[in-house]
């Protein structure tokens, strides 16, 4: 069992991981003293396949179940968890143990910031994506119909527990979504990842514990010192969103229905990459290694049929541009970045052209 410390601003909180982690979560909220009155939230296809693993934490016989999926991720089912917890007389000693992916997290997240201004909450991410990324770092929230993660807070939570057994009932699909993002810790930070990836694909597509758990425990090292050094975003942080300009763009442009976010990554860090070749700052060895692993993972849904105006248009409205400037996040050699500020339209249409989009 790896176990890692996030430091936040409201205290710092453990990261448990490993094969068999649900099994101590009741002694670890005891042992942070949290609450005794607790409460599960899920979603009714999560709880199905794993609501008898909480059986032991002592939380109240009946969970709150709402639907998931980014198409719920919204105020309404905001209200929903509010209310539940309204008639279920939460007070501020309860505690909100989220069980689910990162629609979940976030939604629950955001819940227990606002309910009675703030109830400890407890994450057990159900996805690789969740484990390795969105459970920790406490960033909560839904979309808006017009954007999406537009209302939200910073809410850290008070436990993570990732637990590499609730992988074996994920689509495959999402699974491999989620490999997407560890394969950019590993160009970002990381690099024995790439190498782990590439040697053992089998094994973790078989979900095997022993393949999966030292990937999420290393992924989650690294967001953890990032989020540690940086819990808002301000420098250090955006080392993250390598691979997201492009790939958040690819998922606006198709209204979120073409990709799963990690499969819009791996073709952001692509982009990237490319661009950081183009410019001599990464090594044309890196996109073939990350490319060639990419490829591996398996096919991507296609990007021919989308714009490339379409997407410079939508880099232009994405987050990080601040104050006017694209913060844009390059690959120097395995393991490292480097941030360039002066990226112009023209690199990245080029970028663009060579991952297979149309002009
Ligand atoms: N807060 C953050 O820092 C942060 C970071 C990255 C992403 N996110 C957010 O995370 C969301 C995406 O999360 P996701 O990729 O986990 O998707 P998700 O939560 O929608 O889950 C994907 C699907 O998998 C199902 N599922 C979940 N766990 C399962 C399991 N163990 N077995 C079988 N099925 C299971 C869910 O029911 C759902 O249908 C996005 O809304 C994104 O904005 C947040
Ligand atoms: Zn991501």
Same mark, same amino acid.
């Given at each position: 069992?790896?176990?890692?410390?996030?430091?936040?601003?409201?205290?710092?909180?453990?990261?448990?991981?490993?094969?068999?982690?649900?099994?101590?979560?009741?002694?670890?909220?005891?042992?942070?003293?949290?609450?005794?009155?607790?409460?599960?939230?899920?979603?009714?296809?999560?709880?199905?396949?794993?609501?008898?693993?909480?059986?032991?934490?002592?939380?109240?016989?009946?969970?709150?179940?709402?639907e998931d999926g980014e198409?719920?991720?919204?105020?309404?089912?905001?209200?929903?968890?509010?209310?539940?917890?309204?008639?279920?007389?939460?007070?501020?000693?309860?505690?909100?143990?989220?069980?689910?992916?990162?629609?979940?997290?976030?939604?629950?997240?955001?819940?227990?910031?606002?309910?009675?201004?703030?109830? *400890?909450? #407890?994450?057990?991410?159900?996805?690789?994506? !969740? +484990? %390795?990324? =969105? &459970?920790?770092g406490g960033k909560t929230g839904v979309n808006h119909?017009?954007?999406?993660?537009?209302?939200?807070?910073?809410?850290?939570?008070?436990?993570?527990?990732?637990?590499?057994?609730?992988?074996?009932?994920?689509?495959?699909?999402?699974?491999?979504?989620?490999?997407?993002?560890?394969?950019?810790?590993?160009?970002?930070?990381?690099?024995?990842?790439?190498?782990?990836?590439?040697?053992?694909?089998?094994?973790?597509?078989?979900?095997?514990?022993?393949?999966?758990? *030292?990937? #999420?425990?290393?992924?989650?090292?690294?967001? !953890? +010192? %990032?989020? =540690? &050094?940086?819990?808002?975003?301000?420098?250090?942080?955006?080392?993250?969103?390598?691979?997201?300009?492009?790939?958040?763009?690819?998922?606006?442009?198709?209204?979120?229905?073409?990709?799963?976010?990690?499969?819009?990554?791996?073709?952001?860090?692509?982009?990237?990459?490319?661009?950081?070749?183009?410019?001599?700052?990464?090594?044309?060895?890196?996109?073939?290694?990350?490319?060639?692993?990419?490829?591996?993972?398996?096919?991507?849904?296609?990007?021919?049929?989308?714009?490339?105006?379409?997407?410079?248009?939508?880099?232009?409205?994405?987050?990080?541009?601040?104050?006017?400037?694209?913060?844009?996040?390059?690959?120097?050699?395995?393991?490292?970045?480097?941030?360039?500020?002066?990226?112009?339209?023209?690199?990245?249409?080029?970028?663009?052209?060579?991952?297979?989009?149309?002009?």
């Amino acid at each position: 069992m790896d176990r890692i410390t996030v430091a936040a601003a409201a205290g710092s909180y453990p990261v448990l991981i490993g094969n068999g982690a649900i099994e101590a979560l009741g002694r670890e909220m005891d042992a942070a003293r949290l609450g005794k009155r607790r409460i599960l939230v899920s979603s009714e296809r999560i709880w199905d396949f794993h609501g008898a693993r909480f059986r032991t934490i002592g939380a109240d016989k009946t969970p709150i179940l709402i639907e998931d999926g980014e198409r719920y991720k919204n105020l309404n089912t905001v209200a929903r968890i509010l209310d539940a917890l309204v008639k279920a007389q939460a007070d501020r000693s309860t505690v909100i143990v989220a069980v689910g992916g990162g629609v979940i997290g976030d939604m629950v997240g955001f819940s227990a910031a606002t309910y009675l201004r703030g109830l *400890p909450i #407890v994450h057990v991410p159900t996805t690789l994506l !969740a +484990q %390795v990324d =969105s &459970a920790i770092g406490g960033k909560t929230g839904v979309n808006h119909p017009l954007g999406k993660n537009l209302i939200g807070s910073f809410h850290a939570p008070s436990l993570v527990v990732a637990d590499p057994v609730v992988l074996e009932t994920l689509p495959r699909r999402e699974f491999r979504a989620g490999l997407y993002e560890v394969i950019k810790y590993g160009v970002i930070s990381d690099p024995t990842l790439l190498d782990r990836i590439r040697d053992s694909v089998t094994a973790i597509f078989n979900r095997d514990g022993d393949a999966v758990a *030292p990937l #999420v425990a290393a992924s989650c090292r690294i967001k !953890a +010192q %990032v989020v =540690s &050094a940086d819990e808002r975003e301000s420098g250090l942080r955006r080392i993250l969103n390598f691979g997201h300009t492009v790939g958040h763009a690819l998922e606006a442009v198709t209204k979120y229905k073409q990709f799963r976010h990690g499969e819009a990554i791996g073709y952001g860090m692509l982009a990237a990459l490319a661009i950081g070749v183009a410019r001599g700052v990464t090594p044309k060895s890196l996109y073939e290694e990350v490319e060639s692993l990419i490829t591996q993972l398996g096919p991507l849904p296609s990007v021919a049929d989308i714009s490339t105006k379409d997407v410079i248009a939508a880099i232009g409205r994405d987050k990080k541009v601040v104050n006017g400037t694209l913060h844009f996040i390059a690959a120097a050699e395995r393991g490292k970045t480097v941030e360039l500020t002066d990226v112009t339209e023209k690199e990245i249409k080029a970028a663009l052209k060579k991952i297979g989009l149309r002009a």
